[in-house]
């Protein structure tokens, strides 16, 4: 069966500090890996789109990486704040599905000042 | 504006009983979906749909029922056949086929059984 898998245990990091998040996936093809961020009690807020036929992408601090070979992902936040610290979650929509989205249990950033 | 609404925000049920968890959306968008989210874990796929009259079971369909009789409403109803309904629901939509399309969330319901 598909699956996703993130860092279960919280990533803590001091301000200004570079946040990396990982995104494993098996059983997949997926046409492309979305990153998303989730406050406490609140829906999920897209951040970030990759597609599979691209190996980064960045927006402003973000910087997202897919490597299909090794069927990973990695969310980069430079800079931190500790406004960043939030869940961050990652999503897959594979190739040839009926648009099923599926979520990885997602990453717990603190960013500490 | 545009977006996409849950309500209730809370909801509480005693044992036995069915509940329905509203959500509407006025983004145009032909999917839609419902996740359940444990404490400390991540979405889960209860139901989505495509188009209007048209919805698949997810990954944990058991024990909810949906329908999509008009395109921006993709109601939930938490049968007395889920065990375990307590949990944080979230719906979203996208706008469909067209690949490269984020999802929006609504806000949420939790839902406590007493």
């Known amino acids: 069966s598909q699956k996703i898998e993130q860092n279960s245990e919280a990533l803590n990091i001091q301000e200004g500090k570079t946040a990396t998040l990982t995104c494993n996936y098996t059983?997949?093809?997926?046409?492309?890996l979305q990153w998303y961020r989730q406050d406490p009690g609140r829906g999920p807020v897209f951040l970030l789109l990759?597609?599979?036929?691209?190996k980064e992408k960045r927006k402003e601090r973000l910087k997202v990486t897919f490597d299909t070979t090794l069927k990973q992902s990695l969310f980069h936040i430079t800079a931190s704040q500790p406004a960043d610290s939030a869940t961050y979650l990652c999503?897959?929509?594979?190739?040839?599905?009926?648009?099923?989205?599926?979520f990885g249990a997602g990453t717990r950033l603190a960013v500490h000042p | 504006d545009g977006g996409i609404t849950q309500s209730p925000k809370y909801l509480f049920r005693k044992e036995g009983q069915n509940v329905t968890l509203s959500c509407e959306q006025n983004?145009?968008?032909?999917?839609m979906y419902w996740y359940r989210q444990d404490p400390g874990q991540g979405l889960r796929l209860i139901y989505y749909?495509?188009?209007?009259?048209?919805?698949q079971k997810g990954d944990i369909a058991e024990g909810y029922s949906v329908s999509r009789e008009k395109k921006e409403s993709f109601p939930l109803t938490v049968t007395s056949a889920q065990k375990n309904p307590t949990a944080f629901y979230l719906c979203?939509?996208?706008?469909?086929?067209?690949?490269?399309?984020?999802?929006?969330f609504g806000q949420g319901t939790r839902l406590t059984v007493v």
């Open positions: 979203a939509s996208r706008e469909g086929e067209v690949a490269n399309t984020e999802a929006f």
């Open positions: 059983n997949y093809s997926p046409a492309y």
């Open positions: 990759i597609r599979e036929n691209e």
């Open positions: 999503a897959l929509r594979f190739s040839g599905g009926y648009n099923k989205l599926i």
């Open positions: 983004l145009n968008h032909d999917a």
């Open positions: 749909s495509q188009i209007v009259n048209d919805f």
